[in-house]
Each structure stands twice: as structure tokens, then as C-alpha cells.
């Protein structure tokens, strides 16, 4: 039986620690009540640690149950794939998690590296597609309104939740 390209041993360079990903400019416009930005290194503990910084920061900021069970969730999904698909996710990663709060709703993005390898497209190269796109579908369903951008060097995944 042959291997999926999931299962085979792919070799990287290892991502450049000092270029680690910063948020655009466009995260920061809005006017906020509360924000934060927090960096850490992308490795297995990473999804964890973003997870537990977006229920306590949350949390501090008195938003409802829901609401940071919904983001905690959202956020697992965004981290999750910035570690699989992102030069963050290798030696030497960094991914930058951002929260921002205003009157209307609360709004996460993380940040990651870049594409592993530049010259790979985004075409998926599995026998079994159905594996892939439920993170899409868990966040859209967890979110108000939800995206993604590039930079020359990042990739900003990111969502937004109305509060009630």
C-alpha cells in the first residue's frame, strides 16, 4: 500500500526566527476597548498556549461563555493550520496571535510565516480530499464573519464574532 503525501517524511529548511510574522497594520485601525498581540514559538504546545491566551484575555474582558468557547474553538482550527502548512510550524517558527475587543464583537487573527514551500500551490495532494477543509467549516461556524490575507512575508488568517 503506498504512502499519502501526509505520510511521507518531507524535508524543510528551517524558518528564519528573526523573521518572525508581524500583524499589518490593518488588524490595528479599528479603534478598540481592549487588544492584545502575543507571540510564541510554533511548535506542538503552541495551539494550546493560543488557545488558553484567547479564553483568559476573554475572559478578563467579560465576555460571555459562549463567545469565548466560540473563539477558543475558532482559534485551535487557525493555529492548528498555520503550524501544518507554515514555515511557523518548522524550527525556528513563530506565529503572532492578535485580539482585539470593540463595542460590537471581538476580533482574532493569527499570523504565521508563509507558505512552507513558496513554490507549492495550495492544491491538495491526498487520496482522501474529505480530509481536509472541515478547520474552514468549524470556524465559519463559530464566527460572524471570518478570512485570510497575504503579505510578502505572512499569512493572516482571522475572525470576528458579534457579541450579543
Known sequence: MGTTDSQEVRTFEA????DAPVVDSVELAAPATDHTVWSCVGNLTAVRSIRSRVREFLGRAGCPESVQDDAELAVSELATNALLHSRSGQTGGVMTLFIRIDADGVRVAVVDQGRKDPLES?????????????????????????????????????FEIDLP
Do not use: P, Q
Request: hydrophobic share 25%; with cysteine.
Open 15 to 18: 524558518a528564519d526566527a528573526c
Open 122 to 158: 495550495d492544491v491538495i495532494h491526498r487520496e482522501d480530499r474529505h480530509e481536509y477543509g472541515r478547520g474552514k467549516l468549524i470556524v465559519e461556524d463559530c464566527s460572524s464573519r471570518n478570512g485570510e490575507y497575504w503579505t510578502e512575508t505572512t499569512h493572516v488568517a482571522w
